[in-house]
């Protein structure tokens, strides 16, 4: 690994094609836990299912115990943005549902979200899935070594506020590797032509998070889920990606 600034690492083409694998797994973790999704299942089921998932993908979970976090996974429902403990609560039809889980495969970390809508969900809360979606696909259009990270920030921002939605700013992607966090901070809002360059080698998790009404957060009294102030609905996408020499790759693909 190359370091390019203090805390800051460049992934060998060896060192991503482990991380394409760690990606991998969690892929198919993820997307067989979101296919459980439905009325009447607990929020706490979804974690139980990751953690066995995990395990028979020969993997550990990054988020249990990352700065004390209890639990494997993040299940955020409706007006919870991100970090949501997964408890008795049950899921209800008309529900968006957060599933956020990270995992290590042989030293490698890797972290994906999607976020459910549990039908029927009404036009509104469609329109913010779908946007929230695109903006991660229109936020990585702009990876490519050369541009910055503010290039990346305001293609995602620009598309969000266009469609009448609200952008997360307290709260942002990161890098990520041997660590489940690792330098740089990646905002979903910014200036083009701004911040950090971009090189081929790094390896980030870009996870816009955009909200029906305002964008200010809070934080709930289980000291780890995060809410819209307004109470307005929320969704979370997340992929792992690292910067080639044309682009991007998405690392985070079963």
Known sequence: MAKTKPGLTLKTPAEIELLAESGRRLAKVLYEVAATIKPGVKAIELEELAA????????????????????????????QIVHGLPTEQIIHPGDLVGLDVGLRYKGWCTDMAVTVGVPPIDKEAKTLLAVT???????????K?????????????????????GVVRDLTGHGIGRQPHEEPSVPNFGKPGTG????????????????MGKPAVKQLQDGWTIATVDGSLAAHFEHTIAVTKDGYRILTQS
């Not at 066995?52 to 979970?61: C, M, Q, R, T």
């Not at 979606?133 to 990876?143: H, K, P």
């Not at 950090?196 to 909200?211: C, D, H, K, N, Q």
């Open 196 to 211: 950090l360059i971009l090189e081929e080698g790094m390896v980030l998790a870009i996870e816009p998070m955009v909200t």
């Open 133 to 143: 979606e695109e903006s991660l696909t229109i936020g990585l259009a702009q990876v």
């Open 145 to 165: 070594p050369g541009n910055r990270l503010g290039d990346v920030a305001h293609a995602i921002q620009e598309y969000v506020e266009d469609q009448n939605f």
């Open 52 to 79: 066995k998932l995990i395990k028979e993908a020969d993997a550990e979970p990054t988020f249990k115990g990352f700065h004390g976090y209890p639990a494997v996974s993040c299940v955020s429902i409706n007006d």
